[in-house]
């Protein structure tokens, strides 16, 4: 048996864990640079409010009915989300975390699945405050769609457990074929053009039909929703392929320096991020880019690949070329909106080059001890190019505190 594990409104909660007075009150968080909304709690979603709806939109309901509004708060979500997960891994066997809100359980070897996931699920909310829902049934697919129950009816108290003939054609039935977990916008368009309207219409029709029109992949899903398991536990992802750090700026920028710190931050995010699964860069490209919906503005896009002499993670040397990529690119006279750096391709192994002068050892350690005193989210340590953002930096004018991870802005508790 399969569990799926989802924290609910997971970005709001972690506001309201550290903020009581939003309990029973709207609340939604903003994306990048405060541009449209990415969260919303229950109460937001009950006033009709939409996600992707641009935040200027909704001035008028945020006075009305007086909804709490939030920058997005990426570091205090990181550490919610770990602390979610560790508790979790305490009490079951084994454990893929999916995405920051959202994980795979394996309930191989427990003998009362309902007991133990109850368990779980009170332990991770007393012990982070974060309320969470779980969903478990013979696959993944199922376990998806009875984690969608366990969220919306509150009889089953927050778990689901699909675990029976009846209870699996019931769920089936009640959802729509848009509403399952691999079946994209356009597949279910397609489907319903042909009168597959719920999940369970879908399980009944031939499988030769269904790999004729959706492949393999939809074949796949298919089986599990008839109660074959095709997806297995995947503890240990693969290593990404490509890496990608940009952001838009909160305001426009003109000038190289601004630029180069952004791209150095950028450059240094992405050799962390190859460190952390243990690979190397081959190649990187850096891109900047203007304001593309500013039609009074002049436009420019451009960017440049390089070729890395020897496959690297050193943070200072992918610095060092992105910063030279940006040299080849950049242009005066025009308003830059976004900038990025994007490791192209990455191996596994480094082999020297017969003229590299680099000391790779000595490299290698530096970055060692540079990690482990910048830990998960400090920036403590950092190249001097690297700047201090004032100019390139997110939009952030509704930033909460960052509660778990910065001493200075650690929660204060009034007990008179």
Request: proline share 3%.
């Amino acid at each position: 048996m399969f569990g799926l594990i989802d924290c609910n409104n997971f970005y709001a909660s972690c506001e309201r864990v550290f903020n009581p007075s939003l309990n029973g009150k709207p609340v939604v968080v903003l994306s990048n640079n405060d541009g449209c909304i990415i969260a919303r709690s229950n109460e937001a979603k009950a006033l009709g409010i939409k996600m992707g709806t641009p935040a200027f939109q909704i001035k008028e309901e945020v006075a009305r009915y007086g909804i709490s509004v939030f920058s997005s708060n990426y570091v205090l979500y990181g550490d919610m989300s770990a602390r979610v997960m560790s508790i979790i891994a305490q009490h079951v066997p084994e454990l893929e975390i999916y995405s920051i809100d959202e994980a795979f359980i394996n309930f191989d070897g427990i003998r009362d699945i309902s007991q133990t996931g109850k368990e779980v699920v009170h332990k991770v909310t007393k012990g982070t405050g974060i309320p969470v829902s779980l969903g478990v049934a013979p696959t993944k697919t199922l376990a998806k769609l009875a984690n969608k129950y366990a969220k919306k009816y509150p009889a089953y108290q927050r778990v689901c457990i699909i675990d029976t003939e009846e209870k699996r054609i019931k769920a089936l039935q009640l959802c729509e074929i848009g509403d399952v977990w691999g079946i994209g916008r356009r597949i279910a368009r397609k489907l319903q053009a042909e009168g597959i309207f719920t999940a369970y219409d879908f399980t009944l029709m031939a499988q030769s039909r269904v790999r004729k029109h959706l492949t393999i992949v939809g074949e796949r899903t298919w089986k599990e929703l008839r109660g074959e398991s095709c997806i297995d536990m995947d503890a240990a992802p693969p290593p990404k392929k490509q890496i990608c750090t940009s952001r838009s700026f909160g305001t426009m920028i003109e000038d190289f320096e601004s630029l180069s710190e952004a791209i150095a931050t950028h450059a240094a995010t992405c050799a962390r991020k190859l460190r952390e699964q243990h690979s190397y860069a081959v190649s990187i490209m850096v891109f900047i880019h203007t304001n593309g919906f500013r039609e009074d503005l002049p436009q420019y896009w451009q960017n440049a690949v390089l070729k890395l002499p020897v496959p690297t993670a050193d943070t200072i040397e992918i610095v060092q070329y992105a910063l030279k990529g940006l040299r080849q690119i950049f242009l005066q006279g025009f308003r830059y909106k976004k900038a990025g750096v994007i490791i192209t391709e990455i191996t596994q192994h480094a082999q020297l080059g017969l003229f590299d002068t680099v000391d790779r050892n000595k490299r290698e350690r530096l970055m060692t001890v540079v990690d482990q005193i910048n830990g998960e989210h400090a920036n403590r340590i950092k190249l001097a190019v690297q700047g201090n953002g004032r100019k390139w930096k997110l939009k952030q004018e509704l930033l909460s505190q960052r509660y778990t991870t910065d001493l200075k802005e650690i929660i204060n508790v009034n007990c008179k």
